[in-house]
Structure formats: structure tokens, C-alpha cells
């Protein structure tokens, strides 16, 4: 991103060299335009706004940073927040782009408020847009969140953080976003794209390289469709109190790293989930929790694995070996030998017992001799992810991170 070229049109002020007052250069307000706007982006926009008491230079400069960082927690009310927002929209300077939009807001808001957000957006040149929010939808069944008849082709990086405790928010049945590579959704609903129950969100998103589905649910689809041959980071979490898991199918066949957490059940069909071998995959981890252990589970589980058996990082929860033990004839079955494995990792729930004879079967045949125990609960109780990198490079337990969300240009964090 480029502020110069984007900033061009920023009236020219008189630079304050020197205070009235002692005479020493104001090194902060001598600096060009673009460096000071470079600058501003790190702060939040109602920090932004605050700088325009400084100085005459200072006035308008926050009407021309490309980024809108607001979180209700900068403010007393809720109400204040959402009246400040909508302000700054009114008031920036109309013509300059807006990339980068990080809202975060603790109460509920109206779908109408960000479908205005969104379309102020997409005329702006926005790249990267993330929304966590409660919706508020009393007044209907379904929440139709958002429209995408016309492409956004700007738009790079998305994520969007749901929360509705009645009702159903159903996105459109394709994200019309041609040049998105990063996308995280938590607390949508896909509704099926053709007659035959697929719901595909992906299809138009040709540069996709890395998604996140967190508990998500289908509307009027039997089947979730993943695809994307650009595909490399693919992270599927189903929330432990989510009873209709479903169906999902992954057409990926130059996937890096997979994630599963979340509740198996039998009518997800899960045994379909891949539709290509998994030749390049490097990562995977597995924290599959079962309400009633299985011969069935443990067939999906052992399924999964054959697909993995060329990855150099491999992490699980003690929960999935429990149900892989299940299986008839255990330890006595086909061997799955993981040749480039350098790391296996469990994580052991601590009011539990490591299954040894699941380890001993998954360690036969492969160069390292032992795998690292953590005394953890599962993923499938929170809503992060764990960074293998770390892990492989430092030699320690896997950390808690949401790399996968993050983008370089922008720290998301600072909401």
C-alpha cells in the first residue's frame, strides 16, 4: 500500500518550524504529509481524530488515514461509539481510499448499520475488513447479513465474528471477492448455492489462500464446499455445543496445513472430507471430541490420518486417541507410517491418562522416538489456534496464536 500515491489530493499547510513560544524546531509537524498519515495509522481512529487540536496542520490530516480502528471500549456508551463512527464516515475526506477497516463492538448492531459500514467500504478501496459484532435481528427470522451482487475487487483479507443468540445470519450464497486471499468467519450460516444442498461461498474467490470456519452452520445446504487449488491453511472449528456439525468437503489439493477442532458426529458424513490426496501437507492437528466413543469415529479419525501420513508436524488431543484406540482389533491394524514426521504433539486433557498404546502405534517407523505432552484442555474449548512454527523452531510446547488472521499491514491486535 502506497500512502503517497493515495494522498495526493491532501491540501498543502504551511509547516510550524518553531514554537511562537521557545524557538525550537517542531520536528514532528515538519515531516511530509505522507510520513505523518504513515504514522496516524497506529492509532486508533478516535486517537486520529483527537491529533486535530495540535495545530492548524493537525486539523483535517485524520480525514486522509486509510484505516478505521474503532472499538466501543474507546467509549463511555455504546451509543457514543456508533454515533462516532457513522461521524467520521460523513466527514473524512470522500475521495481518499479507505484500506483498512478493524470494528469491534461489545453491544448489538443493526444489519442495516453494517451494510452501510460495508458499502462505504467497498467504494473506498478497501482491502482489508474485520467485524466483530452481535447482531441485531428481533425483528427477523433470518438475517440476510450482506449483499455481494457487485464485486468488491479490492478487498484482500476479511473477517467477520458473528454473534446471534436467536436467529440464523446467512451470508450471501457466493463472496463475490475476486482477489481475497485471507478470510475468517465465525457465526455464519452458508446457504446452498444449487439445487443439490452445496453451499459453495468460495467459488468466485480464486486467490484464496487461507480460511478459517468457526463455528458455522448450513441454512437450506447438507454440504459445506471448500475449494480453492491456491489453497495452503485451512482451519475448521466446530464449538463443542454445536449439535448439527456438518457435512463438509474439501477440494484442496495444494493444502499446507489442516485444523480440525470441534465435535464429530454421525450425521456429518466427515469419512468425505477430502476429495484429493494431501500430498503436500506439512501440519496438521486434530482435537476431535466425541459424546459416544466409536468403532464409526475411530475409522474417520484413522481415515484422516492415512491422509496426513506425509506431514513433518502432527499435533492431537488425548481425547482423539482415546477414539482411534476404540477401533476393532487395536493396536493390530493396517500401520500408517509417517516417514518426514518431526513432531508429534499431544495435548492431554490433565484429569486424564496419555494413551500409550495409540503413541507407540503412531510413533512405529518414523525418525523421531517420543512425542511432547502438554497438560491442556482442548481447543475445541476456546477459539484459538496453535502456530506448529513456533513450536518446531523453539523446541516447546505448541502456543495459543491467531497467526492465521493476521496481516501485515495492520495489527489487528490493538483492538
Known amino acids: 500500500m502506497s500512502l503517497q500515491g493515495d494522498i495526493v489530493e491532501v491540501p498543502k499547510i504551511k509547516r510550524a518550524m518553531y514554537t511562537k513560544k521557545e524557538g525550537y524546531v517542531d520536528i514532528i509537524s515538519s515531516l511530509p504529509t505522507c510520513i505523518l498519515l504513515y504514522i496516524m495509522t497506529f492509532l486508533t481512529t478516535k486517537e486520529a481524530v483527537q491529533t486535530c487540536i495540535l495545530s492548524k496542520r493537525w486539523k483535517d490530516l485524520w480525514k486522509y ?13 455504546a451509543e457514543f461509539f456508533k454515533k462516532f463512527v ?23 448492531i443493526q444489519p442495516q448499520y453494517f451494510a452501510k459500514l460495508l458499502s462505504y467500504a467497498a467504494s473506498h478501496k478497501m482491502e482489508q475488513f474485520k467485524f466483530d459484532a452481535f447482531i441485531d435481528g428481533r425483528h427477523q427470522k433470518y438475517i440476510m447479513f450482506f449483499s455481494c451482487e457487485s464485486p468488491c475487487h479490492s478487498l484482500k483479507y476479511l473477517n467477520l465474528s458473528l454473534r446471534e443468540a436467536m436467529r440464523t445470519i446467512v451470508l450471501p450464497k457466493s463472496l463475490n471477492f475476486p482477489q481475497l486471499t485471507k478470510c475468517h468467519l465465525k457465526g455464519v450460516t452458508f446457504p446452498s448455492s444449487d439445487e443439490n444442498g452445496y453451499a459453495e461461498p468460495f467459488s468466485t474467490c480464486k486467490k484464496l489462500n487461507t480460511v ?20 495452503s491453511r485451512l482451519t475448521i472449528q466446530f464449538g463443542v455445543l454445536n449439535h448439527y456439525p456438518f457435512e463438509v468437503q474439501i477440494t ?9 477442532a470441534g465435535r464429530l458426529n454421525s450425521s456429518t458424513a466427515t469419512h468425505k472430507l477430502f476429495k484429493h490426496n494431501l500430498d503436500l501437507l506439512q501440519e496438521a492437528r486434530v482435537e476431535a471430541y466425541c459424546v459416544e466413543i466409536s468403532s464409526e469415529f475411530a475409522e474417520i479419525l484413522m481415515s484422516w490420518l492415512k491422509r496426513f501420513k506425509n506431514v513433518n508436524s502432527l499435533a492431537l488431543c488425548s481425547e482423539t486417541l482415546e477414539v482411534i484406540s476404540s477401533m476393532p482389533k487395536f493396536p493390530n491394524i493396517e500401520h500408517v507410517r509417517f516417514a518426514n514426521l518431526k513432531s508429534l504433539v499431544v495435548k492431554n486433557d490433565p484429569n486424564k491418562d496419555v494413551p500409550k498404546k495409540v503413541l507407540e502405534y503412531l510413533l512405529q517407523d518414523t525418525p523421531i522416538s517420543e ?44 483492538l
Open 86 to 108: 457513522s461521524k467520521v464516515l460523513l466527514h473524512r475526506n470522500n475521495s481518499s481510499p479507505l484500506h483498512n477497516i478493524a470494528f469491534k463492538h461489545g453491544g448489538y
Open 252 to 260: 484442496a489439493p495444494n493444502l499446507n496445513s489442516f485444523a480440525f
Open 212 to 231: 478459517a470456519i468457526d463455528d458455522c452452520a448450513l441454512y437450506d445446504a447438507q454440504t459445506l464446499c471448500v475449494v480453492g487449488d491456491k489453497l
Open 371 to 414: 512425542a511432547t505432552i502438554i497438560e491442556d484442555l482442548p481447543s475445541f474449548y476456546d477459539e484459538l489456534a496453535l502456530d506448529h512454527t513456533s513450536m518446531r523452531q523453539k523446541n516447546m510446547p505448541l502456543r495459543r496464536t491467531i497467526e492465521y488472521l493476521s496481516f501485515d499491514d495492520l495489527d489487528w491486535r490493538l
Open 65 to 77: 488515514i486509510p484505516t478505521l480502528i474503532a472499538g466501543n471500549t474507546h467509549f463511555r456508551r
